[in-house]
């Protein structure tokens, strides 16, 4: 996150990072304290380009409805920041409104690591390997298309251009995570 931050400083944009921030913050408090309701253990919390990642140990053994409460209340949380920013009247709230909406609907796509894409993944853990080539492929779509605004899309740019990487890793080191999931579940 440190060149995106370093860019929005700047180009000027200083409104624009601290609302960016402050929403990645607020949204992954949601996840933190759903996680912390249903007595998942939290290992850490980082900031992404494509936004925040937790780690929780043994997260897929949780049962699919704390999975499901845990992704969803994220995206929960931005939904709370967006109608704040629609009711109430401060400085900057169209940016935050705006921001919300693109955090709202780039976290909810069907991509892997994103919590649409995580979703898909807790009702189906069998087609993890399918997810993440579906998620590899659509990312690079995205991003190929929005090379086609450069330089106005430069943010969905380069977080596609991070999720196609992220996405090829998981591809790469399936086998792993396969043989790791094994062990496991004989342990």
């Given amino acids: 996150m440190i060149p995106i931050f370093i860019f929005f400083y700047l180009s000027g944009e200083f409104a624009l990072y601290a609302i960016v921030f402050g929403s990645l913050l607020f949204h992954e ?3 933190l304290l ?3 309701l249903v007595g ?3 290992q850490s919390c980082t900031i992404l380009p494509y936004g925040g990642e937790i780690k929780m140990e043994q997260f897929t053994k949780l049962d699919t409805n704390k999975q499901l409460f845990i992704l969803l209340s994220g995206p929960f949380f931005t939904f709370i920041l967006l109608i ?3 009711l109430l009247d401060f400085p900057q709230h169209e940016m935050l409104v705006v921001m919300q ?3 709202l ?3 909810l796509l069907p991509i892997f690591p994103l919590d649409g894409g995580r979703v898909i993944y807790a009702l189906v853990p069998a087609k993890y390997a399918t997810l993440i ?4 492929l659509s990312s690079l779509v995205i991003f190929f298309i929005s090379l086609n605004y450069f330089p106005k899309a430069l943010s969905i740019t380069i977080i596609f251009f991070f999720l196609a990487c992220q996405n090829y890793a998981y591809w790469r080191f399936r ?3 396969y043989a790791f999931e094994r062990i496991m579940k004989t342990a």
Avoid: E, F, P
């Fill in 40 to 42: 998942a253990r939290v």
């Fill in 101 to 103: 909406q693109l955090i």
């Fill in 34 to 36: 759903a996680a912390k």
């Fill in 133 to 136: 080539i579906l998620s590899l």
């Fill in 84 to 86: 704040i920013g629609m």
């Fill in 105 to 107: 609907v780039v976290n």
């Fill in 175 to 177: 086998k792993y995570k």
């Fill in 29 to 31: 408090a949601g996840h």
